[in-house]
Every structure is written in C-alpha cells, then in structure tokens.
C-alpha cells in the first residue's frame, strides 16, 4: 500500500508561480520503483496528465506546460514536486498526485491550483 497527500495548492493570480509537493509512504519497495506522476482535473473536463517522472528521473511533460512547469522527486524524503511557473488561467484545475508501479495504482486526494485577477 502506498499513501499520497498533495499540498502547496491555492490562489495565484496569472504570471505567478506555485510549487507543489506529493508526500508518499508505505511500501518503500514500491515507491523507489513507482513511476510518480501528476494530473489534473478542470471543472467539467477529464482528467488530463500534466507531468511524469520514472524511478530513474526521465521526465515527460505535456506541450502546454512545458518550459513552465517541472516536475522532480527527491527519493530520500519520498516527495515529488511540480514547480509551476508563468500560471495562466487554463491551468485551474485539482491537481492529483499518482505513483504507479504495475499492477499497483494509487492517488491522492488532489490539491486547488486557482489561477485568476
């Protein structure tokens, strides 16, 4: 079992930055060898991949934030992070935290990024 809890969201007004974190604990076997990820979720769409990073630190990123956005994981503390940069409105959503290992999946319960005047 694996456990996720997002923070470092809120209100940010456009052009301002956010750092988010993803604090996993459990299964230190599954976890050192999860592919951590995060999504998000706009009001009425699906929920779409924003960023990934493997066990080994290759990261993949979604055309719409890349140059903005970074994700990286810092094994040690079992923490992955989603610094966010240059926020347009177009990135309000809940972001979601994933660590994915086959066949384990496990989320978190998401954290609001708010990007308005």
């Known amino acids: 079992q694996v456990q996720l809890v997002e923070s470092g969201g809120g209100l940010v007004q456009p052009g301002g930055s956010l750092n988010l974190s993803c604090a996993a604990s459990?299964?230190?076997?599954?976890?050192?060898?999860?592919?951590m990820g995060w999504y998000r979720q706009a009001p009425g769409k699906q929920r779409e991949l924003v960023a990934t990073?493997?066990?080994?630190?290759?990261?993949n990123l979604i055309d719409s934030v890349k140059g903005r956005f970074t994700i990286s994981r810092d094994n040690a503390k079992n923490t992955v992070y989603l610094r966010m940069n240059s926020l347009k409105p177009e990135d309000t959503a809940v972001y979601y935290c994933n660590s994915r290992f086959t066949p384990y999946d496990y989320w978190g319960q998401g954290t609001q990024v708010t990007v308005s005047s």
């Open positions: 459990g299964d230190i076997f599954i976890l050192k060898a999860s592919s």
């Open positions: 990073i493997t066990s080994g630190g290759s990261t």
